[in-house]
């Protein structure tokens, strides 16, 4: 049963760190999503990838966060310096992207800044 | 871009009755529509979906209908049952691309 794995499950770090939370999207799938959930804002889409490359990050701020794919079998997201706003469960999504337009869940990094 | 509503926020039923959730989009170039069920702590997982060349579509208990001209669609839940109570998400997309989602609905099975 083949699933999207998302590193670490949980973080817990101090203001100004910096924060790298990672994705192995389910072998073969070449759609990878990076999602931010909260109470507040609900599910926003952050950036996504298709063979590797960015095709839309315009719901992450620029200024401190990074998504890049350095392979097919991993997908990272970066903040850098953590602020305590940037709290939320970071959801990673894989999908074949087409044809088959499901999207597939990891299940996610909750990430607490203090 | 993509705006998605979903309504109710919160729904409450008896176990057995049906419960009914309701999205409208706004891109008209939206053709995918999936909802995802979250349990308190867990993965969004996909339940049902739908696509625009379809007006409904049924798997046991629960059904998709889509409205292309309304830009809406919603979700039926039949015969509730108490391990239905999660959040449910509704979602719009051009192809497999991005999606945007609906601000969920808090269903809650009263057994």
């Known amino acids: 049963d083949a699933r999207v794995t998302q590193t670490p499950r949980h973080k817990v770090t101090e203001m100004g760190q910096e924060v790298t939370m990672r994705c192995q999207p389910i072998?073969?799938?070449?759609?990878v999503f990076w999602y931010r959930q909260t109470m507040m804002q609900g599910l926003e889409l952050l950036a996504y990838?298709?063979?590797?490359?960015?095709?839309?990050d315009s719901g992450m701020p620029k200024d401190r966060f990074s998504a890049e794919m350095p392979d097919a079998t991993l997908a990272t997201l970066k903040i850098q310096p953590s602020e305590p706003r940037d709290s939320a469960v970071y959801f990673c999504?894989?999908?074949?992207?087409?044809?088959?337009?499901?999207?597939?869940f990891g299940p996610g990094t909750r990430l607490t800044v203090t | 871009g993509e705006n998605v509503e979903q309504h109710p926020s919160t729904l409450s039923v008896q176990e057995g009755d049906s419960a009914v959730i309701k999205c409208t989009y706004s891109d008209s170039a939206s053709n995918y529509f999936p909802w995802y069920k979250q349990e308190l702590g867990k993965r969004p997982q996909l339940i049902i979906d739908?696509?625009?060349?379809?007006g409904e579509k049924k798997d046991q208990r629960i059904a998709v209908t889509l409205n292309k001209t309304a830009k809406h669609f919603s979700l039926h839940i039949t015969e509730t049952q108490p391990e239905d109570s999660a959040v449910y998400f509704c979602a719009a997309r051009v192809n497999a691309g991005k999606s945007t989602f609906g601000d969920g609905t808090t269903l809650t099975v009263k057994p």
């Open positions: 072998l073969g799938h070449n759609t």
């Open positions: 990838f298709r063979n590797r490359a960015p095709l839309d």
């Open positions: 739908i696509r625009s060349n379809v």
């Open positions: 999504a894989s999908g074949l992207g087409t044809g088959n337009y499901e999207q597939y």
